[in-house]
């Protein structure tokens, strides 16, 4: 599975971590990260402001157990707004139960 996400943005990661269910991959531009928060339908983005000892980066997160969690992370210069992909079929259930409770 990292493989084939590796893959997607090919040429443009600097490393993939793989844990107990969560795949991370650190990306070298915003739009390989956007990319990939595309084709994996990642719906959160956590902006991390640059400090005295630390730079700035962004993450991309989404998906759950028994799926894989998917985080994407890229530092740099990164031109708002940061773009999530929330998975459409997620989308029509929320609202469908958003109407079902205002009924």
């Known amino acids: 599975m990292a493989a084939d996400v590796v893959a997607m943005v090919d040429g443009h990661v600097r490393s993939a971590d793989i844990g ?12 390989a ?19 005295r000892t630390c730079h700035g980066f962004a993450v991309w ?3 759950a157990w028994p ?3 998917f985080k994407v992370f890229c530092r740099g210069d990164l031109v708002p707004p940061l773009r999530t992909f929330p998975c459409p079929e997620l989308q029509a259930a929320a609202r469908t139960s958003a109407l079902t409770k205002a009924a």
């Open 20 to 31: 107990h269910g969560i795949v991370s991959v650190h990306v070298t531009c915003q739009a």
């Open 67 to 69: 799926a894989a969690e």
């Open 61 to 63: 997160s989404g998906g």
């Open 33 to 51: 990260a956007e990319y990939l928060a595309w084709r994996l339908a990642l719906d959160q983005v956590t902006v991390f402001e640059p400090t």
